[in-house]
């Protein structure tokens, strides 16, 4: 992964536009629950993050870690290579597997194509996207350490429908304890409105009496 060339001339061009387009749209009200001036300082922090291919190595390597901790053979996280990787380049293992955004774009032009190097492959689409749904929740949950950008183009499938991840430049850390959002997600999934409602108020305890 090589940076191009003035990337970050433009990118600080970009925020101090859309800074000073937060300012009249804060002024004047247009979005009263939403501070945009918070927005962007946010996506400006993300971008610094993102530029910086270092600070995505490190993440890189603890998701790395956390997945080998846990002996997890049906996730497949990229070696990252420190000592060839520099603030501008990034050098991981390559990840020979199946990019789930061209699974999705195929499936609507070829399906019969995909279906029959899926069987092939040994993979199952339901299976693998179980395995994503359980894997992120084991990031969050439990190592307190997730993914945060995981669109179809950074996902990828492999034969016996193993999982896998690429682009480590934005990561969700966890402080707190979010056994309240576990009620909530478990009370919403088997419609028990007390116990999803019971979830919500212990998840917005937990943060708002810090």
Do not use: C
């Amino acid at each position: 992964k090589i940076q191009k060339p003035l990337v970050q001339k433009y990118i600080k061009a970009d925020v101090a536009l859309l800074k000073f387009l937060a300012y009249f749209i804060d002024n004047l009200g247009f979005l009263k629950a939403v501070s945009m001036k918070e927005v962007v300082w946010q996506m400006r922090e993300w971008l610094k993050d993102e530029l910086d291919y270092t600070t995505e190595a490190h993440n890189n390597e603890v998701l790395y870690e956390h997945a080998q901790k846990h002996k997890l053979e049906e996730v497949v996280i990229p070696k990252v290579y420190p000592a060839l990787t520099t603030t501008k380049v990034l050098v991981q293992e390559f990840l020979n597997g199946s990019q789930v955004k061209r699974i999705i774009t195929y499936l609507a032009v070829r399906p019969e194509d995909v279906y029959k190097i899926l069987k092939e492959r040994n993979i199952d689409l339901l299976e693998a996207s179980n395995r994503f749904i359980r894997d992120l929740m084991r990031q969050f949950f439990i190592d307190k350490y997730a993914h945060a950008d995981p669109h179809p183009a950074n996902l990828f499938i492999f034969p016996g429908s193993k999982i896998g991840y690429i682009d480590f430049g934005i990561i969700g850390k966890s402080i707190y304890d979010n056994y309240g959002l576990l009620r909530f997600i478990k009370g919403a999934i088997d419609l028990d409105f007390s116990l999803a409602g019971e979830g919500v108020v212990e998840f917005a305890d937990t943060r708002f009496s810090k």
